[in-house]
T-cell receptor, first 116, second 114 residues
Framework: AQKVTQAQTEISVVEKEDVTLDCVYETRDTTYYLFWYKQPPSGELVFLIRRNSFDEQNEISGRYSWNFQKSTSSFNFTITASQVVDSAVYFCALSELGGNTDKLIFGTGTRLQVFP | IAGITQAPTSQILAAGRRMTLRCTQDMRHNAMYWYRQDLGLGLRLIHYSNTAGTTGKGEVPDGYSVSRANTDDFPLTLASAVPSQTSVYFC?????????????FGSGTRLTVV
């Protein structure tokens, strides 16, 4: 069965600190996608990134970076120089690859609080 | 603005009552989903639809039903609400062929069953 584990329930940091959110996944599939979604205090869910299982290259987008390691079944998310606006709940998710179905299995989320 | 509309935004419902949560998208996405979000449990899939006319059960389907009569609408019905169905409900859609997993979410419906 597919499963996503986000062991960190809540993290608090002070602005400008770097922070890493952990995500560990389980799947029997050889092809799959991994995702991160952000849920700010307003409540909406915002797509951040998708990686497929064939691509283990790390990705950087501004202050955000993602480290995908198949050997440890992890897809960690790092925010560099955190800002108050980064305060949100972050969800890691997993899905099968493509076709007419892309059901996502979400982790339980990590609440990040960035204090000024 | 293209996206998903959910209604109502919030609702207080007496136990035993029937309730339909509405979800409409205008992006012509083939796939639609209903998730519930509960503290400490994350988002759990209730029902999904890969295309109009088809539906499937997710992780927590009991007590809920859905229909997909056309591409745009995907209502979720609670036949006889119970307090354990108190939750925030999110509808989502995706083009599973061109943009798998790239969900667009609605703004959610906060449901309280008393």
């Amino acid at each position: 069965a597919q499963k996503v584990t986000q062991a960190q329930t809540e993290i608090s940091v002070v602005e400008k600190e770097d922070v890493t959110l952990d995500c560990v996944y389980e799947t029997r599939d050889t092809t799959y996608y991994l995702f991160w979604y952000k849920q700010p205090p307003s409540g909406e869910l915002v797509f951040l990134i998708r990686r497929n299982s064939f691509d283990e290259q790390n990705e950087i987008s501004g202050r955000y970076s993602w480290n995908f390691q198949k050997s440890t079944s992890s897809f960690n998310f790092t925010i560099t120089a955190s800002q108050v606006v980064d305060s949100a709940v972050y969800f890691c998710a997993l899905s099968e690859l493509g076709g007419n179905t892309d059901k996502l299995i979400f982790g339980t989320g990590t609440r990040l609080q960035v204090f000024p | 603005i293209a996206g998903i509309t959910q209604a109502p935004t919030s609702q207080i419902l007496a136990a035993g009552r029937r309730m339909t949560l509405r979800c409409t998208q205008d992006m012509r996405h083939n796939a639609m989903y209903w998730y519930r979000q509960d503290l400490g449990l994350g988002l759990r899939l209730i029902h999904y639809s890969n295309t109009a006319g088809t539906t499937g059960k997710g992780e927590v389907p009991d007590g809920y039903s859905v229909s997909r009569a056309n591409t745009d609408d995907f209502p979720l019905t609670l036949a006889s609400a119970v307090p354990s169905q108190t939750s925030v409900y999110f509808c989502a859609s995706s083009d599973s062929y061109e943009d798998p997993g790239g969900y667009t979410f609605g703004s959610g419906t906060r449901l309280t069953v008393v």
